[in-house]
Structures are given as structure tokens and as C-alpha cells.
């Protein structure tokens, strides 16, 4: 008697391409190194960002490296934003971290000449969708910095609900930030 293995495909075997209306959502490589560079080095993105500006574009290829390692190891997917007749990324949008059938944390960021276009929920939408049905994640988180009003501004537009403050939460930069917690459900959808 022989054994047969059925194989499946998973979202992991191929870097998993999206494109929305206005968007592409790509794979993050050497070639989008200035795009990025450009990006994080904007004091109004990296303000309320995490990560301190990048010095060179080597700081970028350790990133662009950190993506394809969460990516390899299928703990985290960030994909570039590339308007649909671009080739250069203008942000970055993704979940940092996931686990199956439970919950994710959710980043993005964009170059600010792109800012109050609907980017950014253009493709949130696609990544939570994402998420929910290829990911089998049940619970997206998002923590935002208090006073970055256009972030929590477009969490509520995609219908993320404010649950609190995590006072003190967040260390950067020598620094302690209050942190907003942010969720969206997958039952959210489905009221």
C-alpha cells in the first residue's frame, strides 16, 4: 500500500501580491532601498514611526532584510505600496506579526506627499482582508503613539475600535510613549 501526501499551497510558498483599484501591494526588495530611504528619513512619517530615520541606505537594507526574514520564517508579511502606473514603493504597510487563528499587529507608513489621498485605507483594506481569510486571524491590533491624529483618524475610517491606552507602553528613542490600542475583529465584519 503506497502513501499519498496531498501538497498545498500556502500564502508562504510565493511572496503573495495584491492589487487594489489605485494599488499595488508588492514584495519589498533592493531595488525599493531609496524609495525607503526617502520614506523614513521625513520627520513628518518618522515622528509618530518607531525606528529612528535611517542614517544611510544600509539602514534600509537591513530592513528591507528584517522583511524578508519575517516573511521567510511566516511570522510577519509587509508589503510596499506602489500606486498602480509606479514602480517605486510610497509606503509600507503590513502585519508584524501574526498567529494563526488568533491575532496580528498591523504597521504602515507613507511618504507624506501622499498623505489625505485614502491611500493608506485603500490598502488596509486589502491587508486586513488579507489577513483574515488567507491568514485565519481572528483579532487585528493596531497601537498608535497618542496625538498621531491621521493614523487613528484612518484606523476608525477601516473600522477599528479604540479600546484604551497603554499607559507608558512604548520605549523609543530613550523615551516612554502612552501607546492607543486599536482592534478589529473579524466578527466586525460580519455585524
Known amino acids: 500500500m503506497s502513501t499519498f501526501t496531498e501538497h498545498k499551497t500556502t500564502v508562504f510558498d510565493k511572496f503573495p501580491a495584491m492589487r487594489t483599484p489605485h494599488l499595488e501591494l508588492v514584495q519589498i526588495t533592493e531595488k525599493?532601498?531609496?524609495?525607503?530611504?526617502?520614506?523614513?528619513?521625513?520627520?513628518?512619517?518618522?515622528?509618530?514611526?518607531n525606528l529612528l530615520p535611517p542614517e544611510d541606505e544600509n539602514d534600509c537594507q537591513r530592513l528591507i532584510d528584517y522583511?524578508?526574514?519575517?516573511?521567510?520564517?511566516?511570522?510577519?508579511?509587509?508589503?510596499?505600496i506602489q500606486l498602480n502606473d509606479n514602480n517605486g514603493i510610497i509606503g509600507t504597510v503590513g502585519f508584524n506579526h501574526f498567529t494563526k487563528k488568533h491575532r496580528a499587529n498591523i504597521g504602515y507608513d507613507l511618504d507624506f506627499s501622499h498623505w489625505n489621498k485614502d491611500i493608506i485605507a485603500e490598502a488596509l483594506y486589502a491587508v486586513i482582508s488579507f489577513g483574515f481569510?488567507?491568514?485565519?486571524?481572528?483579532?487585528?491590533?493596531?497601537e498608535v503613539m497618542d496625538g498621531n491624529g491621521p493614523s487613528i483618524e484612518v484606523l476608525h475610517r477601516?473600522?477599528?475600535?479604540?479600546?484604551?491606552?497603554?499607559r507608558q507602553w512604548h520605549y523609543w528613542d530613550d523615551k516612554h510613549y502612552d501607546m492607543l490600542m486599536?482592534?478589529?475583529l473579524r466578527s466586525d465584519g460580519e455585524a
Open 32 to 49: 525599493h532601498t531609496n524609495d525607503l530611504f526617502k520614506i523614513l528619513c521625513d520627520k513628518q512619517v518618522s515622528q509618530y514611526y
Open 158 to 166: 477601516v473600522g477599528f475600535k479604540q479600546e484604551g491606552m497603554l
Open 67 to 80: 522583511f524578508r526574514e519575517r516573511f521567510k520564517s511566516k511570522t510577519g508579511i509587509r508589503w510596499g
Open 182 to 184: 486599536f482592534s478589529l
Open 133 to 142: 481569510f488567507a491568514l485565519d486571524i481572528n483579532r487585528i491590533e493596531a
